[in-house]
């Protein structure tokens, strides 16, 4: 056992180079094969799922998936390979064990080497392509020209300030497209989460506290705000619309909401 | 008659063999009597205790009242059992006989021993198995009434503040039974066995860490017919401090819970760095042990936080502190840390010990030495040393600290290499193995499946900017599952299928547990891809309503959930037969090669007669080609 001991599993030199024993062209093969539909069909279902973005973040983060998800498939394909290769191998049924296994490989430096390398890349490569959008995601919060939005929680409506035009506040949020808005958000009473689904941003509303994110929305309609941390009993039903307009549709209905406030 | 009149006077009328105090306390005694010291605080504490004005935004006096009836609920219960038996007698000078020992040990007391504080590693270990499978029981159904629930948009026949309980106490009470599913069975039956030892470093901690438990399952279910627990399982504060009566069980609860895994872990510790068996090396310890004590470790320092911020918050609740509270100065962010700072750890305390037992039963049937025994060491070693450093990312968008998020998803990512190696181990084992096909083996291709999805949407999640869109979805409720159920559970089942031979004498039934297998997985699989779905399309979590345009995954969801529950019946109903009247086992049915499987069925009272002597690992199977 310990003279075997050291000996690669992919590696026997002196029968057949490795590559040509049957059941590793077996998990090529599968490998080759699965590797695209895993990437396809994981990319499909969670990108079609996500439904039509309505601002580049939400693009990103749909990017963001499509991409992870085809990084991870060649991994998630290797080991599905190697799995099913072992289980269309030599199965035994019965209440009796089988005969050993015809070796005793207990390492393989190579092959433990090789996967902590490519497990390494691979982890590297999720980090930049995340932090280079989180990264640009920051920035955004730092925009002069920005509106700026109060957005406040309370059991269980959303209220939304107007701070630059000064008296509005309305339940549904109203934003002009193509412009960018930071949020201010805070909560009167317990933690909520600010969520704009369909924008894909997301941010907690803390008692005593204001949070920001940011966010340019790119597309005129009628998207989902909910909250997304459980906040007490009508927590499910503690969701508004956002309505983005045109800047002339922005003007003219902060100009009508502040006359109303103003006759109020 | 002589005897009678030398017993006190306030004992009259007993028989003359009457047993001494110690050999009468058992789970009666300790139900009565601590509900007995409940009762008396409540009403004195009624009596007496000053009324605060009406006016208070917080219901202190009731909340001092109930948390003072739960700590003398929990003094009464564990005074009851006989936990302190041992320290008052050593305060008095006289330490425990040789025949007291062995009968709290347990010898010769048949069934009765399961309801004493008996020390014995292998009662503990059932009365641990027993209770898992109840505590899964109710968590399974409140499952169930999530899911039918949530079957239909409008459901709705259960009221908000009933589903918010029901959500709470289905998390925290899952959680619970997970923590406790492989090490509290298999880790205090199987494993002193398999590093040779006769029993554990500390068997009245044993004995402690299990009663601590019982202990804490009333003060869970009285609290859901008080208000209930209404935050989810994480409890997080303001909110917790907002609910009803309810939330002092589940700070007693997690009190109690948290020392006894304390408790648990400092004995796990202690047994395995000091009685393996001789010869038995780090690179001879099967590693399952490495799991296990893995898993203890991590809750050490993990759960004595907890435990902590609990403290607070009772503290909050009942005299009106302010920890958490924002206007006095506190944060709910605070509370955030702490819970985190045991909560991410604790999923690994959940993983490890399931995953080591499947690397464990690899070789096993396979028929071939484990691949990269090393590699699995590493990788558990670096899962442990990273997952108390990546608390954070569940407070990415709480706003908290923005400029420690890079770092905390640089730590989140690196935990996929050494989870990495853990797959490498296993798939390296099914390599070239000769396949014995029973479910242990197929829980591994399970395990590979789940946790691949659970670990591949995981960094997604731990990811700022996607987790910026899915956290606080179904999306992350998917993702937990796959881990926690998907990997962890089918770990566990496989674990029972695999030691049932050996901690009851029967085997457990095959077809039974093949029927079971594939309906878990299968539902499985159907509900939580269910559940992925409606989570990427803007569902949150924790809602007892939702847009129509979720119906459809809610609906898969729930039909695949009902084929869960039909396959974890049916394994509970082949559980039960089995050990009752299934086919006797014999000492080692599946020709493994650790020691549990070299003493006799059933275990004798100190597993040895004479200590083994180890000289080589567990793992010899395969011959090398001549």
């Known amino acids: 056992m310990h003279k075997g001991a050291r000996m690669s599993d992919l590696q ?31 990319t499909e279902v969670q990108v079609r799922s996500m439904g039509a973005p309505a601002s580049e973040v939400m693009a990103s983060v749909k ?57 390494t890349l691979l982890c590297l490569f999720a980090l930049i392509t995340g932090m280079i ?15 700026n939005i109060n957005a406040t929680g309370q059991q269980w409506l959303w209220s939304f300030d107007y701070p630059d035009s000064a008296g509005v506040r309305s339940a549904d949020l109203y934003l002009p497209v193509d412009k960018p808005v930071v ?19 997301k941010m907690d509303a803390n008692p005593g506290y204001i949070t920001e994110t940011a966010v340019t929305p790119n597309k005129i309609g009628v998207f989902d705000i909910r909250c997304a941390e459980l906040c007490g009993l009508l927590h499910a039903y503690m969701q508004t619309k956002v309505h983005v307009v045109s800047q002339a549709d922005y003007d003219a209905w902060l100009k009508n909401s502040a006359t109303l406030e103003g006759a109020a | 008659m002589t005897t009678i009149m030398n017993r006190p006077a306030s004992a009259p009328g007993s028989a003359a063999g009457r047993k001494p105090l110690i050999e009468r306390l058992n789970i009666v005694t300790a139900f009565l009597l601590g509900t007995v010291s409940a009762v008396v605080v409540w009403q004195l504490a009624l009596k007496f205790m000053p009324e605060t004005p009406e006016t208070s935004l ?20 564990m005074t009851g059992i006989g936990a302190l038996n041992g320290p008052i007698r050593w305060a008095m000078g006289k330490d425990l006989s040789h025949s007291e020992n062995m009968f709290l040990a347990g010898k010769d007391q048949g069934i009765k021993r399961y309801f004493r504080y008996t ?13 898992t499978i109840i505590i899964f029981f109710v968590g399974g159904t409140l499952a169930m009434l999530i899911r039918t629930n949530l079957g239909h948009p409008s459901g709705g026949w259960i009221h908000p503040q009933a589903y918010n309980a029901i959500v709470g106490w289905h998390g925290i009470v899952m959680i619970v039974a997970t923590i406790i599913m492989v090490t509290g069975p298999f880790g205090n039956f199987i494993m002193p066995i398999m590093i040779g030892a006769r029993d554990m470093a500390f068997p009245r901690l044993n004995a402690l860490s299990f009663w601590l438990i019982v202990a804490a399952i009333p003060p869970i279910f009285i609290s859901f017919f008080t208000g209930g627990i209404t935050t989810g399982w994480t409890a997080y504060n303001p909110l917790a401090s907002q609910a009803g009566l309810g939330m002092n069980g589940y700070i007693a609860f997690i009190c109690i819970f948290a020392i006894s895994t304390m408790v648990a872990g400092a004995n796990i510790t202690t047994t395995v760095i000091k009685m393996r068996a001789k010869g038995m090396t780090w690179n001879r310890t099967p590693i399952f042990i490495y799991g296990v004590v893995a898993s203890v470790a991590l809750a050490l320092p993990a759960f004595p936080v907890f435990f902590l911020s609990q403290i607070m918050s009772g503290l909050d609740r009942a005299f009106a502190t302010s920890f958490y509270n924002s206007a006095g100065g506190g944060s709910g962010w605070l509370y955030e840390n702490l819970f985190w700072i045991m909560g991410h750890p604790e999923v690994y305390v959940i993983l490890l010990p399931a995953i080591a037992a499947l690397m464990e039963m690899a070789p096993v049937f396979t028929r071939r030495p484990l691949f990269g025994f090393n590699l699995a060491v590493l990788g558990i070693a670096g899962i442990c040393g990273l997952s108390i450093l990546v608390w954070a990312h569940h407070m990415y968008i709480s706003g908290w600290a923005p400029l420690l998020n890079a770092p905390f998803m640089l730590t989140t990512e690196l935990i996929s290499i050494p989870t990495g190696m853990l797959f490498l181990v296993l798939v390296g084992t099914l390599w070239r193995g000769r396949l014995w096909m029973t479910v242990p083996l197929m829980s591994i291709f399970a395990l590979l499946w789940n946790f691949m999805i659970g670990g591949i949407t995981g960094i997604y999640l731990s990811d700022v900017p996607a987790d910026a869109f899915l956290h606080g979805s179904m999306y992350v409720t998917a993702h937990f599952h796959y881990t926690l159920m998907g990997a962890g559970l089918t770990g566990a089942i496989a674990s029972l299928v695999y030691w049932f031979p050996k901690m009851t004498g029967r085997m457990l039934d095959k077809k039974l547990s093949w029927i079971s297998f594939w309906m878990v997985q299968i539902g499985f699989n159907v509900a939580f891809m269910g559940m992925f779905m409606v989570g990427l399309a803007g569902q949150p979590r924790r809602v007892e309503s939702y847009a129509a345009m979720f119906s459809r995954g809610n609906l898969i969801t729930t039909i695949g959930a009902y084929t869960i529950m039909i396959g974890m019946l049916v394994l509970l109903h082949g559980v039960i037969s089995s050990w009752r009247s299934g086919q006797k086992a014999p000492m080692n049915p599946w020709h493994a090669k650790t020691l549990e499987w070299t003493v006799a069925n059933p275990v004798p009272l100190e597993n040895f007669d004479v200590l083994p002597v180890v000289t080589s690992d567990a793992y010899g199977y395969g011959k090398a080609k001549s």
């Open chain 1, 12 to 42: 026997t030199p002196q029968k057949a180079q490795w590559w040509k024993k049957a059941d590793v062209k077996k998990t090529l093969l599968l490998w080759v094969v699965l590797t695209p539909i895993i990437g396809f069909v994981g």
């Open chain 1, 183 to 201: 949020f201010h958000i805070t909560s009167v009473d317990v933690k909520h989460s600010f969520w704009i689904v369909q924008m894909g941003i």
């Open chain 1, 133 to 147: 959008v989180f990264q640009k995601d920051s920035e955004a919060l730092l925009d002069a020209k920005a509106i």
């Open chain 2, 119 to 131: 020390t014995d590693h292998k009662v503990v270990g059932i009365q641990y198995l027993v209770t």
């Open chain 2, 58 to 77: 917080f219901f202190n006096r009731e909340d001092k009242i109930s948390l003072l009836s739960l700590i003398a609920w929990f003094v009464g219960f």
């Open chain 1, 63 to 119: 990017h963001l998936m499509a991409v992870f998800t085809w990084a991870a498939s060649p991994v998630a394909a290797l080991v599905a390979a190697l799995a099913l290769t072992s289980l269309l191998n030599k199965r035994h049924y019965g209440d009796t064990p089988p005969p050993d296994a015809d070796h005793e490989i207990r390492n393989s430096a190579r092959t433990a080497s090789t996967w902590i390398v490519v497990s």
